[in-house]
């Protein structure tokens, strides 16, 4: 069974403008680039794309921009999760009206250490409401919303919702992680997808779709040279580079860093904007990173500049 968002998807950068306001232009030169030069797919509004610093509005705003700006719409993987029921419900009906064949969705993560009856529950309860027509990805990341998602909450969710149900992003950046889900899910037809750039090689091997990663935003090449030769020298090569580039994205807060590196690649200096709580790199790290992308093989990146006059 082929996977629906299977191969390299970037988790995508969001643009903005010096007040702080979405720039869809330029959000949508990089997704335009990011499909010119090896990903698949896009993960667009996930963690790295700072969804949960943009209001309802904004968030709907972003998405539509993308699709006005030529973006398919088949190719996104929109991130839908939210504290409440009302809030993941409408971001997941919008997506599916845009055309998205599916959505992340992290769980509700205010409340800390919910059971997983409650987790089904709410779950179960955003996919009644929703009502068909959009495959839901569960967002596996607890260290960043300390709601972890377990096999059996999983499996019992694909049991109840197997035309629903679509697989997961595990984002904790651990292989037995991934490997647990894969072994246990995987042969029904559940979708795999690392958030670790690092664990592409290795969670193919086992049964992964392929991966959702941050660092893709500028390596995406050599990772999608991973997914298509899968084994090999090149291959190994190319998994070697994509290592380097995230201990690069690493090695720095990850969000401004590879904004800094994306705006000196491009020689476009609006990509360091972002919202706080997220802040700037300091003149010592944004050096600091620019040399580790560099050191690892992964400059230049080809076609930006043109991706940048086509915004």
């Known amino acids: 069974?082929?996977?629906?968002?299977?191969?390299?998807?970037?988790?995508?950068?969001?643009a903005m403008h010096a007040d702080l306001s979405p720039d869809h232009g330029r959000t949508a030169a990089h997704a335009r680039w990011l499909l010119d030069n090896g990903c698949n797919g896009l993960g667009v509004?996930?963690?790295?794309?700072?969804?949960?610093?943009?209001g309802m509005t904004e968030r709907r705003e972003i998405l539509e921009n993308l699709v006005r700006n030529g973006i398919p719409a088949r190719k996104m993987m929109p991130g839908t999760g939210a504290t409440n029921l009302a809030d993941s419900v409408e971001l997941t009906k919008h997506a599916r009206d845009l055309g998205c064949p599916g959505v992340l969705m992290l769980p509700p993560f205010y409340y800390k250490n919910p059971s997983d009856d409650g987790l089904f529950a709410y779950f179960s309860e955003v996919?009644?409401?929703?009502?068909?027509g959009v495959k839901v990805y569960l967002y596996h990341f607890p260290a960043q919303s300390a709601v972890p998602l377990s096999v059996s909450l999983l499996s019992r969710l694909l049991d109840?919702?197997?035309?629903?149900?679509?697989?997961?992003?595990?984002?904790?950046?651990?292989?037995?992680s991934a490997q647990a889900f894969i072994e246990a899910l995987a042969r029904r037809g559940f979708e795999v997808y690392p958030g670790g750039d690092n664990l592409l090689q290795k969670t193919l091997a086992m049964g992964g779709a392929g991966c959702i990663t941050a660092a893709s935003n500028l390596c995406a090449r050599f990772s999608r040279i991973v997914y298509d030769k899968r084994t090999g020298p090149e291959a190994d090569a190319a998994q070697a580079i994509v290592d380097k580039c995230r201990a690069a994205a690493s090695s720095v807060p990850l969000i401004p860093g590879l904004r800094e590196v994306l705006a000196r690649a491009s020689g476009d200096d609006a990509w360091r904007h972002i919202r706080p709580p997220n802040m700037p790199l300091s003149a010592a790290q944004a050096d600091s990173v620019w040399a580790a992308w560099d050191a690892a093989g992964a400059l230049p990146l080809p076609g930006l500049g043109l991706a940048r006059a086509a915004e």
Do not use: C, Q, W
């Not at 996919?127 to 068909?132: L, S």
């Open 127 to 132: 996919i009644h409401r929703v009502g068909g």
């Open 160 to 176: 109840a919702f197997p035309d629903v149900v679509k697989g997961v992003k595990d984002s904790t950046g651990d292989l037995a």
């Open 1 to 14: 069974m082929e996977a629906l968002y299977g191969g390299v998807n970037a988790a995508l950068l969001t």
């Open 45 to 54: 509004l996930g963690t790295t794309g700072e969804a949960n610093s943009f």
